[in-house]
T-cell receptor
């Protein structure tokens, strides 16, 4: 069964460094999402992406964040200058249609020191 | 902004008992979804109920939706130890472009 994959599974970085989190959505899906979950807290929406552009973004998704679909398969989240409070689990999700079932990847655990 | 809030925050039951979790939200929705998350892992979609539906079943899961009260409930019947996980409701009102998750209910099923 197709699934969403994410790399790396864990990333440790120094404050101020750039990180790129990678996701491979399910191949025939058209809607892509990034979420984050700070340890012990709820899943927070970051951004949605459809038709090669951002559809919606949350207040968390400021100028330090960007997303890209560089080719037909990858979907990336870049954090330009990481802060301590960016430490969290980042989940990618994809779906065939907006508002329908989203399929989540296993997540990337980011630790900013 | 809309927000799903689940209650209880935590629930501990014996295997074989039923577990009921509730979710409330604030704004109009197109649909409401329930997801499950095992500790530290990704979310798994359980069931979607549309705003014009009142009840939906899937195996041991039963979901209800009351749009007049802006609330939903998830019932897991005949629970098993393997049902131990966190359960989140999620709402969408922007045509699928923004999904808001509640804080979740942590369910612990004792064998």
């Amino acid at each position: 069964e197709p699934e969403v994959t994410q790399t790396p599974s864990h990333q440790v970085t120094q404050m101020g460094q750039e990180v790129i989190l990678r996701c491979v959505p399910i191949s025939n899906h058209l809607y892509f999402y990034w979420y984050r979950q700070i340890l012990g807290q709820k899943v927070e929406f970051l951004v949605s992406f459809y038709n090669n552009e951002i559809s919606e973004k949350s207040e968390i998704f400021d100028d330090q964040f960007s997303v890209e679909r560089p080719d037909g398969s990858n979907f990336t989240l870049k954090i330009r200058s990481t802060k301590l409070e960016d430490s969290a689990m980042y989940f990618c999700a994809s779906g065939r249609q907006g508002g329908e079932t989203q399929y989540f990847g296993p997540g990337t655990r980011l630790l900013v020191l | 902004s809309q927000q799903g809030e689940e209650d209880p925050q935590a629930l501990s039951i014996q295997e074989g008992e039923n577990a009921t979790m509730n979710c409330s939200y604030k704004t109009s929705i197109n649909n409401l979804q329930w997801y499950r998350q095992n500790s530290g892992r990704g979310l798994v979609h359980l069931i979607l109920i549309r705003s014009n539906e009142r009840e939906k079943h899937s195996g041991r899961l039963r979901v209800t939706l009351d749009t007049s009260k802006k609330s939903s409930s998830l019932l897991i019947t005949a629970s098993r130890a393997a049902d131990t996980a966190s359960y989140f409701c999620a709402t969408d009102a922007s045509g699928g472009f923004k999904t808001i998750f509640g804080a979740g209910t942590r369910l612990f099923v004792k064998a």
